[in-house]
């Protein structure tokens, strides 16, 4: 079983930035020797939509072409912490934000449907 945990949710104003984090607890980066973490969002009254992911060894990175250039996914695997640094934010980046976790080589990394262990979310919201 993993436990994640989001924070640095919050308001900011357009342009401005934040830094999201994801604690990972129980069945962490160290056991197993590959798997992916990712964020995602979801505004209200839309579906989930992928943001970024990482693998573990935070060689390789994926990004939404909506955030390219401003979002930036790392790992921190003595801390089991997933960061994501979102800069230059929008309006339309206003969502809750999900970390979520994959155990062992997933293919298509941006399908929420391949992640098993998910966060409880953090707000994020961006005024104009």
């Known amino acids: 079983q993993v436990h994640l945990v989001e924070s640095g949710g919050g308001l900011v104003q357009a342009g401005g930035s934040l830094r999201l984090s994801c604690a990972a607890s129980?069945?962490?980066?160290?056991?197993?020797?590959?798997?992916?973490m990712a964020w995602f969002r979801q505004a209200p009254g839309k579906d989930r939509e992928f943001v970024a992911a990482?693998?573990?060894?935070?060689?390789?990175?994926y990004y939404a072409d909506s955030v390219k250039g401003r979002f930036t996914i790392s790992i921190d695997n003595a801390k089991n912490t997933v960061y994501l640094q979102m800069n230059s934010l929008k309006p339309e980046d206003t969502a809750v934000h999900y970390c979520?976790?994959?155990?062992?080589?997933?293919?298509?990394?941006?399908?929420?449907?391949?992640?098993?262990?998910w966060g409880q979310g953090t707000q994020v919201t961006v005024s104009s």
């Open positions: 990482i693998s573990w060894s935070g060689r390789t990175t």
């Open positions: 979520a976790a994959a155990f062992g080589v997933i293919t298509s990394p941006t399908n929420p449907n391949r992640y098993v262990y």
């Open positions: 129980g069945r962490t980066f160290s056991v197993y020797p590959v798997g992916t």
